[in-house]
């Protein structure tokens, strides 16, 4: 019926035959490419018509847990079958395609490690299972890349969480694979551990790599990542460079509620600067609204000095995940 | 002769040992097998007690109750129900088998390595266990010759077993309690009941290879001819196997709750 019926849906010079906006061709020499990838759990959408290339650098995949980041991971680590679109490992498909994992590694988010082997152990087995032509070597360079040589002949299961998301890590770059793709490493982490991984992480991007980790902790993705892409309810909601998204981040109308010494004079003193667009009243609680985030955070004390009132408490009332990514989803 | 050694490492077989010996290690690391040896040692005790009464030549029924009942119907489908489902399906619930997966391995290779495991420790615990214990209450008269049939039919009745719930826990995560009701329905009562289901009985090919060893030429109505049951073990052996690797070649990781 449809004369487009044969046309090629992607490939070299192709395009797209069906509806949308997107051409679909693969991008030569792409590391990982997503074109229009959907995968669906029989009528709930986990992932809607994702794409995105892939280059070398740390690339931060950033949503509200439930947002379908674990999904997009295990269809690039071939562990998942879109249910439309391609997902291209250096352009071949990843799905049912062992070859891939020569140039890639894969840290899951669970517990995967058979407790009774050690950390040495465990990274020899990855090494050998690739065939590697000298494994013990390989696993003690891994060990000691990830810091865990001191603890290298303990079993995984004496290991804190932070030692064994470390040895997973190992494991998963043994064979000095360019691809990393990390399912929320920082989860379960103290804030040394998670200072630790992320300087990993950093020098194994300044060697060239293409890390992938997902996270929903906002800050994690600011300081390791240079490129981000948010997922909110498997769709793509923006993606770039992180300085560009955190700007529509904070620029978007913020609510703060306070509690001063005298709020009816504190709203009166606000309500004339010009980050402040709206102030509330009610109940003992004042609440007010900025389109100026910064400038409206320099300006309060200075305001609330020449009032002479005292704050007693500031909160910002939106600053949860789900509200910046749903902000990011209305624009 | 270490030079040999060496090269060896980069082939493709010790993939496969490695696999195996991982394996093996999982199975054999926990509380579960020792669990299961007590349970192979049970029928060489009862055998053991039966022969200091005295009873043992003189009542063959009772050494028929405790081959058959005991061992053939209970301990071999239970060891090989344990390792079958143990050596890969509990391993890609609980997320360890995924290292395994993201390899550069031919999903091929790793059934094989693991099937081969699961099927060794079943073989292993099970066909000695009805050596002994034939052996012990002179099965099938004088020699050695009914205790070498319990334990070749047994062994061949824990390879198809294994292998069949070896696919049914890459088929199903409810392989386990799937596994006990064919044991204990279909086996245990469905298949003695009706004659056209012998051929899908697992105890029925190990029942008839066993007798046909030790009795070689005489039939028992009862059971299947030993040809057919030794075709039929070996298909149901291969169609598992190629179920099994079929299923873990495109073996999809369970939805996240990301």
Redesign the interface.
Known sequence: MSPNVDAPLWGPGSVHAGRGPAPRVLTPGAAVELLGVSRWYGNVVAVNDISFVLGSGVTGLLGPNGAGKSTILHMIAGLLRPSDGVVAIRGGSSWRNPAIYRDLGLVPERESVHSFLTGFQFAQLNARLQRLPDPDAAARRAIATVGLTDAADRAVGTYSKGMRQRVKIAGALVHDPSILLLDEPFNGMDPRQRLQMMELLGRMADEGRVILFSSHILEEVERLAQNVLVIVSGRLAASGDFREIRRLMTDRPHTFTMRSSDDRRLAAALVGHPSVFGVQLDQGRLSVRTSDYAGFARALPGLARAGGVSILELRPTDEDLESVFGYLVQR | MAAGGSAA??GPG??KV??AA?TA??LL?RRRSLLLALLALLPVAIAILVRLSGKAGADQEIATAIMDRLIVTTLLPIVALVFGTAALGAELED??A??????????WRIVVAKLTVAIGLSVALVAPASFVAGAILGVGGTGLTGAIGAAVGTAIGATVYATVFFALSLVTGRALAIGLIYILVWEGVLAGLLDGTRVFSIRQYTLSISAAITNPGVTDPNLLDARTALVLAIVAIVAAAVIAVRRL?????G????
């Open positions: 490492s980069r010790p993939v490695t696999i991982l290690r999982s690391g997320g360890t995924v290292f395994l997966l993201v390899k550069p391995i031919d999903r070649a495109s073996f999809e990781i939805q996240a709750d990301d």
